[in-house]
């Protein structure tokens, strides 16, 4: 199947920062979907981003599908932006499944 | 904006025991999907379902675990005879297109299933 890293694992800001987070993925996709988990575990939808470039308030996201990487910005970090976030692709050979990544843990301290 | 809505939020139950998860996908939404997550891992996709029945389903869904639509409206999960590996967040989520054309897939809030 498919394989999804995303980098970096573990990432800590100031509140003010800004931050780019990165996913990899080893074939070709259908869809790319950003998400934020929450301290309470839902997953919040950012972006459906199968190519090209997005962008919502301080959040932005470019994929380069011919390249197999999505990159995820964010602006002017605040402390509510803390959490985990998951990079996740639909493989075009293989169904409509989502293969999520390891995430990224955020913390955006005061 | 239309939501997915998973019953209950979080239940316990006895190794052994039957449980039912509950969703509510968007009402227009064609293509149904469980989830689960492990605490601390990753989420990883189980079952997805359109017109009825199964059409991906993986390694994890194993005899155990079966979906059903037993209305116009609601999707369940029900796993058998839990094990303490069964501990998790299952979340379902659904979608609108397949085919040539692809769509968000929208996640419910999860359901917390403690197996003690």
């Known amino acids: 199947g498919i394989q999804v890293e995303q980098s970096p694992p573990d990432l800590i800001l100031q509140e003010g920062a800004n931050s780019t987070l990165r996913c990899n993925f080893s074939d070709s996709v259908n869809n790319l979907q950003w998400f934020h988990q929450n301290p309470w575990g839902q997953l919040i939808n950012l972006f459906y981003?199968?190519?090209g470039t997005k962008q919502n308030g301080r959040l932005s996201a470019t994929t380069v599908a011919t390249e197999r990487y999505s990159l995820l910005y964010i602006s002017s970090s605040q402390t509510t932006d803390s959490g985990v976030y998951f990079c996740?692709?639909?493989?075009?050979?293989?169904?409509?499944?989502?293969?999520f990544g390891e995430g990224t843990q955020l913390t955006v301290n005061p | 904006e239309p939501e997915v809505t998973q019953t209950p939020s979080h239940q316990v139950t006895q190794m052994g025991q039957e449980v039912i998860l509950r969703c509510v996908p968007i009402s227009n939404h064609l293509y149904f999907y469980w989830y689960r997550q492990i605490l601390g891992q990753k989420v990883e996709f189980l079952v997805s379902?359109?017109?009825?029945?199964?059409?991906?389903k993986s390694e994890i869904f194993d005899d155990q675990f079966s979906v059903e639509r037993p209305d116009g409206s609601n999707f369940t999960l029900k796993i058998r005879s839990t094990k303490l590996e069964d501990s998790a967040m299952y979340f379902c989520?659904?979608?609108?297109?397949?085919?040539?054309?692809?769509?968000?897939?929208?996640f419910g809030p999860g359901t917390r299933l403690l197996v003690l």
């Open positions: 379902f359109y017109n009825n029945e199964i059409s991906e």
């Open positions: 989520a659904s979608t609108g297109h397949w085919g040539w054309f692809r769509e968000t897939q929208y």
């Open positions: 981003i199968p190519s």
């Open positions: 996740a692709v639909e493989q075009k050979t293989s169904g409509s499944r989502l293969t």
